[in-house]
Nanobody, 116 residues
Framework: VQLVESGGGLVQAGGSLRLSCAASGSIFRIVTMGWYRQAPGKQRELVASIRPNGMTNYADSVKGRFTISRDNAKNTNTIYLQMNTLRLEDTAVYYC?????????WGQGTQVAVSS
């Protein structure tokens, strides 16, 4: 069982990025998954979640700008986070995990840096 995030990078304010989370382990197909982020000096926070049936929920700070989706095809289990109209305050390390999070499965995350 492993979660591997990718897709981060440096982007100018107003730009877009698409993050991916490769979730190995069939268990991830049947649980709610979330994207979390942790900015320097701040606690990790949940920014978006998606249920197995596709229902989504977003933090107020990203609502209307971020879109979470999942691909539960037979041999893949990937969770995406499309981030548009990025702001300086979106700078953070982004992680995926179940919701509630499973402490043993935090990955390395992917760094998103938004510049002015």
């Amino acid at each position: 069982v492993q979660l591997v995030e990718s897709g981060g990078g440096l982007v100018q304010a107003g730009g877009s990025l698409r993050l991916s989370c490769a979730a190995s382990g069939s268990i991830f197909r049947i649980v709610t998954m979330g994207w979390y982020r942790q900015a320097p000096g701040k606690q990790r926070e949940l920014v978006a979640s998606i249920r197995p049936n596709g229902m989504t929920n977003y933090a107020d700070s990203v609502k209307g700008r971020f879109t979470i989706s999942r691909d539960n095809a037979k041999n893949t289990n990937t969770i995406y986070l499309q981030m548009n109209t990025l702001r300086l305050e979106d700078t953070a390390v982004y992680y995926c995990n179940a919701l509630p999070a499973w402490d043993a499965y935090w990955g390395q995350g992917t760094q998103v840096a938004v510049s002015s």
